[in-house]
């Protein structure tokens, strides 16, 4: 059988280790025939961990050898400097060399952006890049951006944020351009400051299918398919929605055990309850994009086990395979702005 | 018996119109025995409503005629300019006059804050004002500001939002002060742009007791009492979780109903589900103060009924009670920046 995906993987990375990382991976090689993955870190660490693979699947994954290990407290300046032989720069290596499609970490952040934007550059037109993930909303999800990428954003950077959640949110099923709001403090002209007030100017020029502000409650309600904010504000939203989820949902474990009847009847509501923890699982929204740059890196969430590292592993594939970079090159360029 | 406390309340305003209002104004007399009431509207309209409270009750209620209402949607401007005998303005003009102590009104946001700056003026010292409500958290509540007064702020107009929160936040109860986060996209020192850095090293030199950068998941943790930012973030913040508070209740509603057996199941986990829905209860959280202005202005939520009204007023004598204006001025002229 030919192999027409190949995507590095950062297997040293996250919270839990090599071992969520590798039995990820292994998940998604046994669910997508076409995949080859290559496991970026130290060889003696990665080989037992592949021990249980068929050998069918093992054909499949290569290994890449790395002899360091960046830390999530790292600075990426340091990183860049020092760990020219870490499994994060090695894989990174890899998409730059063409030899893999995309590469996921669930490594420090900061390294992972500063050193993909160095090691991969930028898509020509694209100022900067920006951090996007999918947001639970209903009917689906919002696909949100710049979640941190950045502190602050000029008018023309929300724009080409814009340019790039659109190509993100479309699923290519949906004969309709995504629909992209601006993040504001209310929905009337008037509303806001400076900087999105020109680039609620520049996306009302565009081609795009812009719906005009939004406010944080529309994140949720499905009324558009993209919010774009800069990111600052983006990364306070969605900082705020994980305290508030987990929160709420501490409180509620609490309310349901606080007494042996509360327990009891609790057991009755198990199937709702249950039901609702699935929806809102994150691990099932594990995976963001840094997007902007001349290749595909995806962040998975430092603590992702392996059920939300093969999220994050699944959704390089399928920007591999809708060659997002190139998109968002072309559609950039279609802008009349 | 002596009256030491007359509050003023714009009667008309909000989407449940004066009966919540004035039932919710009559539940706080009923408690709160050294309490005047003014009601401010259309005195033919206001009457009825008083029909059924105590002769004891209604000699503490007094009526200030005003022929205007203001619409939810009308601009700022047109109101000050068109609007001079609205119950929003007339009920503003009894604070400055010294007539009432405080005002609470659930009417259009813009126009009350507009109108309040233009009649009340500020603090002596303060630029701009803010927009501070209590956001439930761990342990209690979290004080934040500026939920959306301005669009932007300087760095010496987020150090004296943390001041005023900082008042706001001590309830004469605990001997140590309040502790203060500035919201920033991480808690290291060179995390952030030049505004929140340059607001961090005014409020590290500050006699606040100031505890460094927080992120939008501390303002559930208890972490801080009072969470410092700009109005757009701190909007944007609110809104988000408004959104996904909303979003999640109606999910959890659809898992709870989706089948005869999980409406029965949901019946068992009732008082647990009641004891959540009572802990985020959204009318114990009503009112929001309009801090900087020299007076106290007090916004209830548009859709507040009598319990979330009431909730507001109170908000509005315990800031009377207090002299919450007159300390924010304190306690500027006490730091030594």
């Not at 290596?93 to 050193?115: F, H, K, P, R, Y």
């Not at 099932?284 to 290749?295: D, F, H, K, Q, T």
Request: net charge positive; proline share 4%; aromatic share 4%.
């Amino acid at each position: 059988m030919q192999h027409s995906l190949s995507i590095a993987i950062d297997a040293m990375s996250g919270d839990l280790g090599p071992a969520s990382c590798v039995a990820g991976a292994i998940e998604v090689l046994r669910s997508t025939p076409d995949l080859e993955i290559t496991l970026v870190g130290i060889p003696s660490v990665l080989e037992p961990l592949l021990l249980t693979a068929s050998k069918a699947l093992r054909s499949r994954v290569h290994l890449c050898a790395a002899s360091q290990i960046v830390g999530m407290d790292e600075r990426p300046r340091d990183v860049m400097r020092h760990k020219k032989d870490s499994s994060l720069r090695r894989a990174i290596d890899l998409v730059a060399s063409g030899q893999a499609s995309a590469c996921i970490s669930s490594g420090n952040t900061g390294a992972l952006m500063a050193t993909s934007h160095f090691v991969l550059g930028m898509i020509a037109g694209i100022e900067r890049p920006a951090i996007v993930a999918n947001i639970p909303a209903t009917g689906g999800h919002t696909c949100m951006l710049d979640l941190g990428a950045n502190v602050s954003a000029t008018p023309v950077q929300l724009f080409q944020f814009a340019v790039m959640g659109s190509v993100m949110a479309h699923d290519g099923r949906r004969a309709t351009q995504p629909r992209v709001g601006l993040l504001n403090v209310g929905a009337e002209d008037i509303k806001g400051h400076d900087v999105v007030q020109a680039a609620h100017a520049l996306l009302k020029r565009s081609s795009l299918n812009y719906c005009g502000y939004v406010e944080g409650n529309d994140i949720f309600t499905g009324a558009v398919d993209v919010v774009v904010t800069d990111g600052f504000t983006g990364n306070v939203a969605l900082k705020t929605m994980e305290g508030l989820a987990r929160m709420q949902s501490r409180v509620m474990h609490e309310e349901l055990t606080c007494s042996p009847w509360r327990r009891l009847g609790s057991l009755f509501a198990l199937p709702a309850l249950r039901g609702f923890r699935q929806r809102f699982d994150p691990r099932r929204y594990n995976g963001a994009s840094m997007v902007g740059l001349a290749g595909i890196v995806v962040k998975s969430h430092g603590s992702a086990d392996a059920v939300a590292f093969a999220h994050a592993v699944r959704l390089g594939i399928d920007e591999a395979r809708r060659g997002v970079p190139s998109e968002i090159g072309m559609t950039l360029k279609a802008q009349a702005v």
